[in-house]
């Protein structure tokens, strides 16, 4: 199996922190990984390498199958090339409908001229309906998307980015916030869209990510400290020692 | 979404029939083709004013739904002055130049032409060469393509720059304000080519129609920049109706997340920047045939500012507020700025409207932002309740929280 994402040697320093370090990782196309680690361990960082949103110093981020390089494309660029990111806040556009919300993230083009001069046909409004009843809003479509839960806001989110039909998928701490119920409906969620597409969630949840049943990638120090089951990880001395001498 | 543009908008229409009804009231008014109780300088000022909320419709766009505060766009208005302003300068002083070189019993050449004009022209800053950038004023359709290309291609050279580097927020408007500055003073040299700050003037008199009286003219004027308002309003309420107004609202309250959707966010800017430019140069190109003459304090910072201010006391992010506080608060200001309202003697000092009236206008547009943030458009908001739910208290519960404390209590 050919990897979807390969990072590797990846190095990264803010003014003299070295915030990743000489970092390699690998995903497959329907994978899923959780990505565990104490504060400052850089999987914030990482995130943003692979989206655009830091430039590393040295270091190869390859991407898709024709292998890609996604440095030196912005933000935008990297986005269309199927790599949606959901954000630890709910981000979504408050002052627009849930429906409005789910427009902009439908797969489309992107083009100013375009854009302008599309108007929604049957098909993405029934796409826009499905994807609002699988996150429980379809009640809400022509409300401000303001106005929802703090949950509701993260399906929403959720909901989007499905709309977006990346093939990567990074999660920054879905379930931060959330009630048991909600956990357990964002598992198999994510545990479902991992069938056909590769997903990377940070989490510091251990309860949540032993229900996520998948591989796991320690980071510490901006490098990779340990990586394998969950089982594995934990009986690893070296993680063992960083997160109890962390407290 | 589903709905066509006219059903989801019903301001567009409601717009365009107020637009309509006050075209035909103030032409049966007119004392060029009505009873004429309104004055011809009166209509001139109607006109400019709706010259004046064009343009605010432009600033509200790329203001009040792009989020990027322009404090340059009254330049691109004022450019577009002067464009026209050369062809009707130049068209109408050859006019005059023939007429005078026929006098002396032979029929003038080209050249003794060109001559007279450009000393007609620039003999005020004591030069009698026609500057390379006069090349095609003698032809209006070569002179209103430059019109609209030129501060077009400004815009989209500006707004590459600016926006390619990622400059946002305070910092492009100051950017923006640095620009007009720079032209103002540009233009205010003698050499620039446009007569320094002599500026270019006799604009009012339409070569060829020296008979017909500017009774008429303002009239024609007034029509043209009602046509010209009422299709900006149609065009703009289109461009913000649709996905495209969603994306550029989005960019407005989250650029970051806009482009991790996959939207090339400077070119949307850039875009909505270059359009609302040449709104902007259409309007001035109206705008100045009525006001008979420009110079380059008409590009100077503050004329921007005020423009800010017009769409900030309308309404932002509603292009009906934007029309109504430029309409509003332009028309006031000439009220103030007339000298026909009688002095408030207070004892020892006097109020004098012309002075105050700055006064008023900066104490209202402090109020407007703290007490009325969507402005004076916002009142209409209130009437039909529209808007943002006041659902007072906090949420009772992390899950689902529909409901609120005193919606519980309810």
Known sequence: MT???EVSGVSVSFDGFRA????????????????????????????????????PDSGTVTFGPRSISLLG??????????????????????????????ILALKAARSPWKVLFWSPKPADLARVRALANEVGLSGHLQRKSGELSHGQKQWLEIAMLLAQEPRLLLVDEPVAGM?????????????????????????????????LDCRVTVLHEGAVLAEGSLDHVTRDPQVVSVYLGRG | MTRSFLARTPSVLIFLAALAVFTLAITLLSEGFGAGLISTSFVKTLGKTLCLCLVALAMDLVWGYAGILSLGHMAFFALGGYMIGMWLMYARTEEIVVT????????????????????????????????????????LPLQLTLALSVPGLLALVFGWLAFRARVTGVYLSILTQ?????????????DSGLRGNNGLSGLQNLPGLTDTSQDLVSVWFFWASALALGLGYLALAWVVSGKFGSVIRAIRDDEARVRFLGYPVEAYKLFVFTLTALVATLAGVLYYPQAGIINPAELAPIASIYLAVWVAIGGRGRLYGAVIGAGFVSLLSSLFTSGRLPDIPLGPVSIAWVDWWLVILGFSFVAVTLLAPKGIGGLFDRFLHIGTPDRKGAPLGPDDGSLQEQEAQE
């Open chain 2, 100 to 139: 005078a070189l026929a006098q002396g019993g032979l029929p003038a050449t080209p050249e003794e032409v060109q001559q007279g004009i450009a000393t007609q022209i620039f003999g005020v800053v004591g030069s009698s060469e026609l500057p390379a950038i006069w090349t095609f004023a003698h032809s």
């Open chain 1, 73 to 102: 494309l912005n933000e935008a660029r990297i986005a269309r090339e199927g790599i949606g990111r959901k954000f630890q806040r709910p981000t979504v556009f408050e002052d627009q409908t849930v429906e409005a919300n789910l």
């Open chain 2, 178 to 190: 640095a620009m007009t500055l720079a032209l103002a003073l540009y233009l205010f040299q003698n």
């Open chain 1, 20 to 55: 990743i370090n000489n970092l390699s990782f690998s995903i497959g196309p329907a994978e899923l990984r959780a990505i565990i680690g104490p504060n400052g361990a850089g999987k914030t960082t990482f995130m943003d390498i692979i989206t655009g949103k830091t430039r």
């Open chain 1, 179 to 211: 009630t048991p119920a909600e956990r357990a409906q964002t598992t198999d969620l994510l545990v479902n869209l991992a069938q056909d597409r590769a997903v990377v969630v940070v989490e510091h949840d251990m309860d949540f990510v032993r229900r």
């Open chain 1, 3 to 5: 990897a979807l994402l």
